[in-house]
């Protein structure tokens, strides 16, 4: 039985584990329809600027990080030296390493290889949607077996829509004409995620921040406006949280 | 165009960038002791995050502020968002923000 070995042999750790990863899995259904998009434009983009379909392929299951994958693109068709496009991705792929500080307090005390696999698992919209889920978990139960097959069911839901889609744009590049704009099919795509997310006036301030901060910082170099943005918002969040909390607190008292 | 052996360069090392940066508190974060405060705000990192890798390709046109009519990608986002808004079906607000976007490009 594949069932058992995935989830393990104890009948009743594996219930929970499977029922969890079923629910995450889900979970991710509707944003599935982005992450199909998105992977099927960053493949069509990878052979439209020129890489082979070996090298391509190569990136798409390596490096699985689509905003990186499209930021260094323009930078190999204009042959900018190897350097500058990997500090430019670097600096794209920063907003991971808050990401990876924002798992860290669920995850931070699994073995180490197990941490490994799911940091190349995490994106974007796996994050988001597992805050979403578990963002206000007190601190004592966070990163429990539910916690983490849920988890798991988001990314692997995720990595199965990407890659397929992915390769699909890699192998039919050619009859993909550049006029459907379907570039612009992916952005929608993270709109519609994005937009059930602006919950409360924390995330609402936050969010309209980064936006600014997203615009006025767009012309810096090295993508820098990207993490700018984030680290941004997320301050103007924490600002907005503390700021409630004591309102709560002053009408209460 | 980056010659064929550069691309590999540029491949592998995107590959270590992605590991090294997605991992970087997963694998150090034990070292690194966040307050609870920090970690309680780290949860609006993932909608500040995506808000900040859309509205720039939807706000500006070759590098400057469009927030008019003239401006079918902002018009098309804003569709979306009311069908998502009114119907909250991911795919309706996809298609029809397409077809908005379609639309004004070709009147």
Redesign the interface.
């Known amino acids: 039985m594949t069932g058992r070995s995935v989830f393990g042999t104890d009948p009743t750790v594996a219930a929970v584990r499977r029922e969890a990863f079923l629910r995450g899995a889900r979970a991710a259904g509707p944003a599935l329809v982005a992450t199909s998009i998105w992977g099927l434009v960053t493949g069509v983009a990878m052979i439209k600027t020129g890489l082979t379909t070996a090298q391509a392929l190569a990136m798409t299951l390596f490096v699985y990080a689509g905003s990186a994958q499209i930021a260094a693109l323009p930078l190999i068709a204009a042959d900018a030296p190897v350097w500058v496009a990997l500090l430019t991705a670097t600096v794209v792929n920063l907003r991971f390493v808050i990401f990876s500080a924002t798992l860290w307090p669920y995850f931070g005390r699994m073995p180490l290889k197990r941490r490994l696999v799911l940091g190349y698992i995490t994106g974007d919209i796996s994050l988001a949607l597992f805050m979403a889920r578990y963002g206000y978990t007190p601190a004592a139960q966070r990163g429990n077996t539910e916690q983490i097959w849920y988890f798991l069911g988001i990314c692997c839901a995720t990595w199965l829509s990407w890659q397929p889609m992915s390769i699909i744009g890699i192998l039919l590049a050619g009859l993909i004409p550049g006029q459907w704009g379907l570039e612009f099919a992916a952005i929608l795509a993270l709109i519609a995620i994005t937009v059930p997310m602006f919950h409360g006036r924390p995330a609402v301030a936050g969010c309209l921040t980064a936006g600014v901060v997203a615009v006025l910082a767009a012309a810096l170099p090295l993508k820098l406006g990207l993490v700018l943005a984030v680290i941004a918002g997320v301050a103007v969040a924490m600002a907005a949280d503390v700021f409630a909390e004591r309102n709560t607190k002053g009408r209460a008292a | 165009?980056?010659s064929?052996g550069?691309?590999?360069?540029?491949?592998a090392?995107?590959?270590l960038?992605?590991?090294v940066?997605?991992?970087?508190?997963?694998?150090l974060?034990?070292k690194v002791a966040?307050p609870?405060?920090?970690?309680?705000?780290?949860?609006?990192?993932?909608?500040?995050?995506?808000?900040?890798?859309?509205?720039?390709?939807?706000?500006?046109q070759s590098?400057t502020?469009a927030l008019g009519f003239g401006n079918p990608?902002l018009i098309?986002?804003v569709v979306?968002?009311a069908t998502?808004?009114l119907t909250r079906r991911?795919?309706a607000?996809?298609a029809l923000?397409?077809l908005a976007?379609?639309l004004i490009?070709l009147l």
Do not use: D
């Open positions: 165009m980056m064929s550069e691309i590999w360069l540029t491949v090392g995107l590959t960038v992605t590991i940066t997605r991992n970087a508190f997963l694998v974060g034990h966040l609870e405060r920090v970690q309680h705000a780290l949860r609006y990192a993932p909608a500040c995050a995506l808000v900040a890798l859309i509205v720039p390709e939807v706000a500006l590098g502020l990608k098309a986002s979306a968002a998502l808004l991911a795919v607000a996809i923000g397409m976007f379609t490009r």
